[in-house]
């Protein structure tokens, strides 16, 4: 029997060079796709403004995968230009979110962004892609399109290529559209804010096919339009975990943070006890290091500083994402925070799975009842703990520390067996299932 192959145009912002945790789930159904009947076929943007880049994603590209890179207007670079900053720094994820402006013009530019550049700031891509597109999709005889975001502005796009041409479409969105946590920073006119609700409706009505990454963000999707909505977590690659050589563990308890740190995981009541252990167990303050691998918002330094935790601290810039795994399997104790946001009991990014699969223990806190702490109960995880648990947070590091010194810390790790259920290939498959479906109907 001749196995169907099929045409998949996709439509993503972040693509490598592009790096961080946004890249990664495309990345990797784009990797696995092809063994489950579906070419991909990508748009993405050329010259991207990203927070970070890794050209070793480049890797997970099959050689045989058209990639389109499409102009997009940044105003990211006028930005920079107007609050003096240099033109190759980058934009830090969650920009948006500070509270304190150093400057009017960053309270100018803030205002523009909130009530000009609706969806987002890559509303200047829309036509463009478009455009192109439309050429694409006679040229590879496309059967379906996926896109997948934020920026929320490509899904316009998606939108607009389905209707022409009659084609199902997957929507796939990482986050929250007009319930994110930073838009409550935002001045917004109600018009400007009625317009984005509508253009999320707009999304959410005509796609044939909704997917999130957590239940929580199905159940806000549905109390705006109905449709059809698919649970598809983020996950970890096999490969980027098993092909790492063997881990050697520090020779100190280490507490480790991989990843963009920004304010709202800022958990004073995690430094107060961290403080407080340190000061009163001298075992424990010879022994312990606090690694914080990636971009720190500064409101995480000042707490350290004033917790008088930066004497136990090392930082690492960002890191390509090989060696960012690395550092998961090194650490006795991986810091898991959820950030303190409206909603945040949907929160379920990629790093919990790759955290759970790099085989070390967990130190989580968030909302005891969010999606990620069934996560993390189900694969034996350990406790989450809500953000003002200090004293629990003190005993079960403290409970690590011990397991750490008896070189018994992998009674506390999650189960390897439990958490193969999140694999990409497996959660390609899904997708693809998904496709099939569309396409017979």
């Not at 530019?109 to 987002?120: C, G, H, M, T, Y």
């Not at 959410?204 to 239940?215: G, Q, R």
């Not at 098993?242 to 800022?266: H, M, R």
């Not at 340190?278 to 022994?287: L, M, R, S």
């Amino acid at each position: 029997m001749t196995k169907i192959s099929r045409n998949i145009l996709i439509i993503t912002y972040y693509f490598p060079p592009a790096g961080g945790p946004g890249v990664q789930r495309v990345l990797k159904f784009i990797k696995y796709l092809p063994e489950f009947g579906w070419n991909p076929v990508v748009i993405t943007v050329k010259n991207g403004d990203f927070p970070a880049t890794d050209p070793s994603l480049f890797e997970d590209v099959p050689d045989n995968v058209p990639v389109y890179r499409i102009p997009a207007l940044e105003p990211y670079k006028l930005y920079r230009k107007l609050t003096g900053k240099d033109a190759q720094e980058t934009i830090p994820v969650g920009v948006l979110s500070r509270e304190k402006q150093n400057s009017p013009l960053e309270k100018l530019s803030k205002w523009i962004r909130a009530n000009l550049f609706i969806p987002d700031a890559r509303i200047g891509w829309i036509f463009p892609v478009y455009r192109r597109a439309t050429h694409l999709i006679r040229k590879h005889n496309i059967d379906a399109i996926l896109s997948s975001s934020p920026p929320h502005s490509l899904q316009l796009s998606a939108k607009m290529l389905a209707k022409k041409f009659k084609l199902p479409w997957i929507a796939d969105l990482r986050d929250p559209w007009t319930e994110i946590y930073y838009y409550q920073h935002l001045k917004r006119f109600p018009i400007s804010n009625q317009l984005d609700i509508k253009m999320e409706k707009s999304v959410l009505k005509n796609a044939d096919s909704v997917t999130t990454v957590s239940p929580q963000l199905i159940k806000q999707f549905k109390s705006k339009a109905t449709g059809s909505y698919f649970f598809i977590p983020n996950g970890f690659d096999e490969t980027d975990i098993n092909t790492t050589d063997a881990i050697e563990k520090d020779g100190l308890f280490t507490l480790s943070y991989i990843g963009n740190f920004k304010s709202n995981q800022n958990i004073k009541e995690l430094w107060k006890a961290l403080s407080e252990i340190v000061q009163g167990n001298q075992d424990f303050a010879q022994n312990f290091k606090l690694k914080l691998t990636g971009k720190i918002h500064p409101d995480i330094m000042e707490s350290l500083n004033i917790f008088g935790l930066d004497e136990h601290l090392s930082t690492e810039d960002y890191v390509p994402h090989s060696v960012a795994v690395t550092r998961m399997k090194m650490a006795s104790l991986l810091l898991f925070p959820i950030p303190q946001a409206a909603d945040n009991k949907g929160i379920l990014t990629g790093k919990i799975f790759e955290y759970l699969a790099s085989g070390s223990p967990l130190l989580s806190i968030g909302p005891p009842d969010g999606d990620a702490a069934k996560i993390i109960k189900e694969v034996d995880g350990g406790p989450m703990f809500d953000y003002n648990e200090k004293e629990n947070i003190k005993k079960y590091i403290l409970k690590c520390f011990r397991k750490w010194q008896k070189n018994s810390l992998e009674k506390l790790c999650p189960n390897p067996d439990k958490v193969k259920k999140y694999n990409r290939r497996e959660l390609t498959r899904q997708l693809a299932q998904q496709l099939n479906n569309l396409v017979q109907e």
